[in-house]
């Protein structure tokens, strides 16, 4: 039910129960989780894309599951039993490669990526209250931050999807491409971020993360502890041989 393919420093992750439109069972829930785990651990990998096969990324809980067992561990919020939360605490950037629709529990896990390019067929949708449930892992927090709350609110109190080109309008995903292009330009962005150093990676995503909760002040702050911390690791020697190889990139593109 899920597929894990490395190659270059890149992983991909692919949920994989076609069949269920990738509906996220207590077992895909528990697999997600420990791969995400495990390739945070992973010194091979330094990007990760997540995507889903067939016609969605994946529709969410599974409500049949859910009608026979009740929200139980569902509702958890620990990277040990959630995996929105492992994806969260990736230290390594995870691009979402949204194939399809992403719903409800799906499109949490949709918000909790760094990067999110839309295939065409891409459609998000918050059902939550349509199925009598509230959100447990971040939506009413991170989609009103990302798109505002009337936004927000306009999704998540009528249960509507939000279609592929909206999306991108409204600032929820990077960009759209057409079904056939999703995968090569997860892959491209994968591979242009894996280029650069893992442990640089990892830190300028925490900078970002980390002020990205608090007032610009304090981001400020933030960001001049870290920078400075970080910094003062650099060789003058990394940094020539690093300007070299900027400018053979810029030559090529």
């Not at 393919?5 to 528990?30: G, Q």
């Not at 990998?45 to 929200?71: C, I, P, W």
């Not at 995968?183 to 990676?201: F, G, K, N, V, Y």
Request: aromatic fraction near 4%.
């Amino acid at each position: 039910m899920l597929k894990v393919d490395k190659n270059d420093l890149v992983a991909v992750v692919t949920l994989d129960r076609p069949e269920a439109m990738n509906a996220l069972s207590r077992a895909l829930r528990a697999a997600l989780r420990d791969a995400m785990v495990a390739l945070a651990a992973d010194p091979e990998v330094s990007v990760v894309v997540l995507t889903g096969a067939g016609r969605a990324f994946t529709a969410g809980l599974d409500l049949k599951e859910l009608g026979q067992q009740g929200l139980g561990a569902a509702n958890a919020t620990g990277a040990d039993e959630n995996p929105v939360q492992a994806i969260l605490e990736c230290p390594k950037p995870v691009i979402g490669a949204i194939n399809g629709v992403a719903i409800t529990g799906g499109f949490e896990l949709a918000l909790a990526c760094d990067v999110l390019i839309a295939s065409t067929n891409a459609r998000f949708a918050d059902t939550h209250a349509r199925v009598g449930i509230m959100p447990g892992w971040g939506l009413s927090q991170r989609l009103p931050r990302i798109i505002g709350p009337y936004r927000a609110k306009e999704l998540s109190l009528s249960g509507n999807f939000l279609d592929a080109e909206t999306a991108l309008a409204w600032g929820l995903v990077n960009r759209v491409v057409e079904p056939d292009e999703l995968m090569p330009a997860a892959l491209a962005l994968a591979r242009d971020m894996a280029s650069i150093p893992a442990e640089t990676l990892s830190a300028y995503k925490a900078i970002i993360d980390g002020g990205y909760a608090l007032s610009l002040s304090e981001g400020l702050a933030f960001e001049h502890r870290n920078s400075s911390a970080q910094n003062s690791l650099v060789t003058p020697q990394m940094v020539e041989a690093r300007r070299e190889a900027i400018q053979a990139r810029g030559r090529s593109q």
